[in-house]
């Protein structure tokens, strides 16, 4: 069976809920990015924007009222990508709770699904949470891909318009793409062929 060529759906997560936060910065510098490539479809979802309870039901049991309206505008957008950004800062040496949450609240959705990071922060860029992240989606079955990208003393790195000051940052952002639709393709094609067991 040949390689399937259309676009990957890529899912972009936004992990901070926190007034002020600058995610959106981060998150709207690497749109821009995405919007450049052929090879892939981005749907951002912004965690503030699409809020998750925090109370998750006991195994096996149905969540409570409420819960499946708030899980509908999250859910099937995260079934559906083939791949996934997180864009994450770095709280206290790891990453967001509201990330987790999300994280948590799903099984499946990431199961044989490559997953790349942006991380920002102060002088560590969020590579702290980074690392923690990649623990965690393995053991979601997920594959974490080794580029990041990360912004250290982030808001330094921006100027009044979105942009980076350091046209590195750029070029990491290309070779973090590709190497995500490397995988993304790689990974697609094989669950064609298979049924992904976890």
Do not use: C
Not at 5 to 32: C, H, I, Y
Request: no cysteine; glycine share 6%.
């Amino acid at each position: 069976m040949p390689a399937t060529t259309t676009s990957l759906r890529v899912a972009v997560l936004v992990g901070s809920t926190r007034e002020g936060r600058f995610g959106p910065v981060v998150t709207n510098w690497l749109s821009r990015h995405l919007e450049q490539r052929e090879d892939m479809e981005a749907d951002v979802i912004d965690l503030a924007e699409t809020p998750l309870p925090t109370v998750l039901p006991a195994f096996g049991q149905e969540p409570p009222a409420g819960t499946t309206e708030a899980l509908a505008l999250v859910s099937p957008r995260l079934a559906a990508a083939d791949a996934f950004v997180f864009v994450t800062p770095e709280y206290n040496h790891s990453y967001p709770a509201s990330l987790k949450n999300a994280i948590d609240w799903h099984n499946e959705q990431w199961h044989g699904k490559p997953v790349a990071f942006v991380s920002y922060g102060g002088l560590s860029g969020g590579l702290r949470a980074v690392e923690h992240l990649r623990v965690v989606m393995a053991e979601l079955n997920a594959t974490t891909i080794r580029n990041t990208v990360s912004f250290h003393e982030a808001w330094a790195r921006f100027d009044e318009s979105g942009a980076v000051t350091d046209q590195g940052a750029d070029t990491a952002a290309k070779a973090l793409l590709d190497q995500l639709a490397w995988w993304g393709h790689a990974l697609r094609d094989a669950k064609s062929l298979r049924s992904y067991v976890a």
